[in-house]
T-cell receptor, first 114, second 115 residues
Framework: EAAVTQSPRNKVAVTGGKVTLSCNQT?????MYWYRQDTGHGLRLIHY???????EKGDIPDGYKASRPSQENFSLILELATPSQTSVYFC?????????????FGPGTRLLVL | AQKVTQTQTSISVVEKTTVTMDCVYE???????LFWYKQTASGEIVFLIR??????ENATVGHYSLNFQKPKSSIGLIITATQIEDSAVYFC????????????FGDGTQLVVKP
């Protein structure tokens, strides 16, 4: 089964500070995703990637950058964090078609921006 | 417009009974894929079951099954013989045929299974 890990698991940041959330997957999936989940809501896509060196904007990319330096790693960067970015962030990886077509999620990162 | 809609925000059932969670979706693609995910109290999100639009037979995995009504753009999740540990938030999701693995999620339905 795919393994997706995230670090840190919890983060407190100050407004205007830079925050980097990291994600690592060990199943050699091409596609990786960053979502945020706010209380009482589903998952909203921020950025995604089709492979090393590629990043694509999702539904809510404003205020976020992404980096995919390798097949295994996908980072989400908040250059100037704001309180509205307080949320739980999930990374996921996925690949393929047919029976392999699903996404595997990391455990999430709780971010609090003060 | 939201592509995936779950109108039930919360459902409470007694254990060992059957529960159905509703989900409707919106797409113009002739080929698409529907998924249900479960998020436990710890926050873990796991894939449960999927339905490919071209398959007429409803998918079944363990005590999870789907009620796929294509003309109504509906994909209900049925859990039979519910257990306390089925208490979680259930998300419906859809991938359109040409979206290269990008998935759209509904807002989720909270299921509480009581003894």
């Amino acid at each position: 089964e795919a393994a997706v890990t995230q670090s840190p698991r919890n983060k407190v940041a100050v407004t205007g500070g830079k925050v980097t959330l990291s994600c690592n997957q060990t199943n050699n999936h091409n596609n990786m995703y960053w979502y945020r989940q706010d209380t009482g809501h589903g998952l909203r896509l921020i950025h995604y990637s089709y492979g090393a060196g590629s990043t694509e904007k999702g539904d809510i990319p404003d205020g976020y950058k992404a980096s995919r330096p390798s097949q295994e790693n996908f980072s989400l960067i908040l250059e100037l964090a704001t309180p509205s970015q307080t949320s739980v962030y999930f990374c996921a990886s996925g690949d393929g078609w047919g029976d392999q077509d699903t996404q595997y999620f990391g455990p999430g990162t709780r971010l609090l921006v003060l | 417009a939201q592509k995936v809609t779950q109108t039930q925000t919360s459902i409470s059932v007694v254990e060992k009974t059957t529960v159905t969670m509703d989900c409707v979706y919106e797409t113009r693609d002739s080929s698409y894929f529907l998924f249900w995910y479960k998020q436990t109290a710890s926050g873990e999100i796991v894939f449960l079951i999927r339905q490919d639009s071209y398959k007429k037979e409803n998918a079944t995995v363990g005590h999870y099954s789907l009620n796929f009504q294509k003309p109504k753009s509906s994909i209900g999740l049925i859990i039979t013989a519910t257990q306390i540990e089925d208490s979680a938030v259930y998300f419906c999701a859809m991938r359109e045929g040409d979206s290269n693995n990008r998935i759209f999620f509904g807002d989720g339905t909270q299921l509480v299974v009581k003894p």
